[in-house]
C-alpha cells in the first residue's frame, strides 16, 4: 500500500503565493520512487501535468508556470512554491508519484486525494 498525504491548498488573490507539499509512505522507500509531479485539473476539463521531478534534481515545467512554479523533491515529499498565482491557476491539484519494480513490489502510479487551489482575482 502506498499513501499520498497531500496539503497547502486554499485560497489565494491573485498575485498572491502558495505552497503545496506531497508525502508518499507505505511499502515503499524514497529509492523506489522514479518520479514525483503536480498535476491540476478544472472540473470539465482534462488533468493536466503541472511540474515534476525526476530522480531528485531533474525538473520539468508546463510552459503555463514556468517561471512562477518551483517544484522541489526531499526524500519522499514533493513541494511546490507558487507563485504570482493567476485566477486561471484555480484547480484541484493532485500529487502523482511514478515507483520502481523491486523485487518486493511491482512499480505504478499512484495520485493523491486532491488539494483545492483558489485564486480569487
Known amino acids: 500500500q502506498v499513501h499520498l498525504v497531500e496539503s497547502g491548498g486554499g485560497l489565494v488573490q491573485a498575485g498572491g503565493s502558495l505552497m503545496l507539499s506531497c508525502f508518499a509512505s507505505g511499502t515503499i522507500g524514497s529509492r523506489d520512487i522514479a518520479t514525483m509531479a503536480w498535476y491540476r485539473q478544472v472540473t470539465g476539463m482534462q488533468r493536466e501535468m503541472v511540474a515534476r521531478?525526476?530522480?531528485?534534481?531533474t525538473t520539468e515545467y508546463a510552459a503555463f508556470v514556468k517561471g512562477r512554479f518551483t517544484i522541489s523533491r526531499d526524500m519522499a515529499k514533493v513541494s511546490m512554491e507558487m507563485n504570482n498565482l493567476k485566477p486561471e491557476d484555480t484547480a484541484v491539484y493532485y500529487c502523482?508519484?511514478?515507483?520502481?519494480?523491486?523485487?518486493?513490489?511491482?512499480?505504478?502510479?499512484?495520485w493523491g486525494q486532491g488539494t483545492q487551489v483558489t485564486v480569487s482575482s
Open positions: 502523482k508519484i511514478e515507483t520502481r519494480t523491486t523485487p518486493f513490489q511491482v512499480g505504478g502510479d499512484y
Open positions: 521531478v525526476r530522480g531528485e534534481l
